[in-house]
């Protein structure tokens, strides 16, 4: 079993940036693809980013593409999401995933964290 808690999250004003965390405990990340999601009041949980076990593969939701940039560390047990130019519509829960296939439907994420608040003002 894999356990995941996120950090970092916090208040950031619109255009500034944020660095949150996902750090992995229980199994080794290094079999897992690990991948982002994030969830706004009244939403859907939605795909953010993914990237691959060797970190060699990423993958981005159109909405933050260019503007996010997912990595993993897979020594230190943990991964990154590091969100620059953040705008208002980016405000909402975010949740760390893991899992050994991955992909952009929450459905092929076993592993869950318990979510940081990210919050963007205009």
């Known amino acids: 079993q894999v356990q995941l808690v996120e950090s970092g999250g916090g208040l950031v004003q619109a255009g500034g940036s944020l660095r949150i965390s996902c750090a992995a405990s229980?199994?080794?990340?290094?079999?897992?693809?690990m991948g982002w999601f994030r969830q706004a009041p009244g939403k859907e949980r939605e795909f953010v980013a993914a990237v691959s076990w060797s970190g060699n593969s990423k993958y981005y939701a159109d909405s933050v593409k260019g503007r996010f940039t997912i990595s993993r560390d897979n020594d230190k047990n943990t991964g990154h999401l590091q969100m620059n130019s953040l705008k208002p519509e980016d405000k909402a829960v975010y949740y760390c995933a893991a899992d050994v296939k991955g992909g952009e439907d929450i459905h092929s994420w076993r592993h869950w964290g318990q979510g940081t608040q990210v919050t963007v003002s205009s």
């Open positions: 229980g199994r080794t990340l290094r079999n897992y693809a």
